[in-house]
């Protein structure tokens, strides 16, 4: 009854902040209900100091929802599918190669730079955190989480080439994101000496491509069991039983959930929903999914807000977290600029498109998620302390300026070219 009550809790706190962000303050609705959180969050803290029994009490609630189980466990899989579910395959497609290496090979680069720098600094900081840890906070904070920003970029006047760069890169990359994590998570838990090179490559690609193809597979068997039928209802509970049958599979298989999730919802968005189902059930289907991902994002953005009650601070954490923030916006930098250099000769790409990828990359809940599944001896509360602080700087500060950044960049350049292919085939 206890989980029961904590569960309606959260859901009527989402609503009224939601409510209360629409009707007053009229930010993109994830960040101000976040903002409204945090607000919340620090109402709290200063009650907590006339009456420290409630802030006790308080923490002590927060504590017993597991976030990271919530998020990775529960909440991803929604997340993605329904994120997927919506994507346009042709406009993806088109930009395949472009994804495909900023959601890989862009990731990796953010990975070993994040970590190879924060090496550096937490030895200045007199820490003497192994070097394979820090690669795995690369691993976790690398990610981009633009769920947040997509709607803020559609009104900036950006190429939708780009816009269609961020979208798809934030599918894939969490996918991608978590893979590497898992990869470095059991390196530095067998340690360097007792695992192969080989055995790092087949873990990989055992948790990548298997999830890639078992996406596929589920996507087709949804297909078929919606070709079959015409029943809105029953259509809807179908997709609902790929998302959780198909995320438990694979968790028990040992293959990447999110792959699988995100390959299932653009197989389903684009062949089963526009192929064979019928108007009436498309409508459904899209509209419950829409729901679903509003709903799911309030609902972790709300927790994001509240996390911060329980995260441990002190003033070298906070400085810490600080130069963590620059580190991670020069990898993301880095990891787009590197990728655009050598795509050239392919593609010719749309002006100020380096900055608005490196400014748009928001951190979300994932990152926080995964840095609270690392445990105490691998520095794991110090990774929750920075990684929250990045997220934070990157939800509120980049996510309210994209708009407006993306903008003034337009305005200095009015003429932005859409990218176009080149004499090269892709």
Not at 165 to 170: R, V
Not at 287 to 316: C, R, V
Not at 339 to 362: G, H, V
Request: proline share 3%; glycine share 8%; aromatic share 12%.
């Amino acid at each position: 009854m206890e989980v029961y009550n904590i569960i309606t809790l959260i859901v009527v706190m989402a609503a009224i902040f939601a409510y209360i962000n629409y009707r007053f303050i009229r930010l993109p609705s994830t960040i101000g209900i976040m903002l409204i959180s945090l607000l919340a969050s620090l109402i709290v803290i200063i009650l907590g100091i006339i009456s420290p029994s409630f802030f006790l009490r308080t923490t002590k609630a927060i504590k017993l929802i597991d976030f990271q189980t919530v998020l990775l466990h529960v909440m991803l899989s929604f997340l993605l599918f329904a994120g997927a579910i919506h994507i346009d395959s042709k406009k993806l497609k088109s930009e395949r190669i472009s994804i495909i290496t900023f959601s890989t090979i862009g990731v990796i680069i953010s990975t070993f730079v994040v970590g190879s720098l924060l090496y550096l600094v937490t030895t200045l900081f007199g820490l003497s955190v192994d070097y394979l840890y820090c690669l795995l906070f690369g691993t976790l904070i690398s990610p981009t989480d633009p769920i947040a920003v997509v709607g803020i970029l559609k009104k900036a006047k950006i190429p939708a080439s780009l816009e269609t760069k961020i979208s798809g890169e934030s599918l894939f990359n969490d996918g991608v994101g978590v893979v590497l994590f898992i990869s470095f998570y059991e390196i530095a838990q067998i340690g360097y000496a007792n695992i192969s090179i080989w055995n790092i490559i087949w873990l990989f690609i055992r948790e990548a491509g298997g999830g890639l193809l078992f996406g596929w597979l589920l996507g087709y068997i949804g297909y078929l069991a919606l070709k079959s039928i015409d029943n809105y209802v029953v259509e809807v509970m179908i997709t609902l039983a790929i998302v959780m049958g198909g995320y438990g599979l694979a968790e028990i298989m040992h293959i990447s959930g999110p792959l699988a999730m995100v390959v299932a919802g653009l197989f389903t968005g684009n062949r089963s929903m526009h192929v064979v189902s019928s108007n009436v059930s498309t409508d459904y289907i899209g509209k419950f999914w829409e729901m679903i991902d509003e709903m799911m994002n309030a609902i972790l953005f709300l927790l994001i807000g509240f996390e911060m009650l329980i995260i441990p601070f002190n003033i070298t954490l906070f400085f810490l977290g600080c130069i963590t923030v620059i580190i991670v916006l020069f990898a993301r930098l880095i990891s787009v600029w590197l990728p655009i250099t050598l795509l050239k000769y392919k593609k010719s790409f749309a002006k100020n498109t380096i900055p608005i990828l490196t400014w748009s990359a928001l951190r979300g809940g994932i990152s926080v998620a995964l840095a609270l599944s690392v445990p105490k001896y691998m520095y794991g509360e110090m990774f929750v302390s920075i990684t929250y602080i990045v997220v934070l700087f990157s939800i509120v500060v980049q996510g309210l300026t994209i708009g407006k950044f993306a903008k003034k960049l337009a305005e200095n350049n009015p003429e932005l070219p859409e990218e176009t292919e080149t004499a090269h085939e892709i």
